[in-house]
């Protein structure tokens, strides 16, 4: 199973961009799935979750301006990041827990990291 996490770049601030991350492999299903993040020098934090039927929770500085997703035929998770603020420069990372089959545990998985940087 890879998570192939992409849509990162550089934006100034107040602008958009959205994240995606793919999931691939053997998936039998997928429990929740999330974005988390890791500025320079600081520990990684949690973004935002979205639960297997579409319940959502965000971390409160990202309230009101990014919105979580996911398309389950697609197995892909999407993060809409709108008003962009220097704040939020990180790499962004998904999360999935993933079952390979019915007679298995879901596992952890994590995606490689997307950078986005907001500056002027």
């Known amino acids: 199973v890879q998570l192939q996490a992409s849509g990162g770049g550089w934006v100034q601030p107040g602008n958009s961009l959205r994240l995606s991350c793919a999931a691939s492999g053997s998936i039998f299903s997928i429990s929740a799935m999330g974005w988390y993040r890791q500025a320079p020098g600081k520990q990684r934090e949690w973004v935002a979750i979205?639960?297997?039927?579409?319940?959502?929770n965000y971390e409160d500085s990202v309230k009101g301006r990014f919105t979580i997703s996911r398309d389950n035929p697609k197995n892909t998770m999407y993060l809409q990041m709108n008003s962009l603020k220097p704040e939020d420069t990180a790499v962004y990372y998904c999360?999935?827990?993933?079952?390979?089959?019915?007679?298995?545990?879901?596992?952890?998985?994590w995606g490689q990291g997307t950078q986005v940087t907001v500056s002027s």
């Open positions: 999360n999935a827990g993933v079952r390979i089959d019915i007679y298995r545990p879901y596992e952890n998985y």
């Open positions: 979205i639960s297997s039927s579409g319940s959502t």
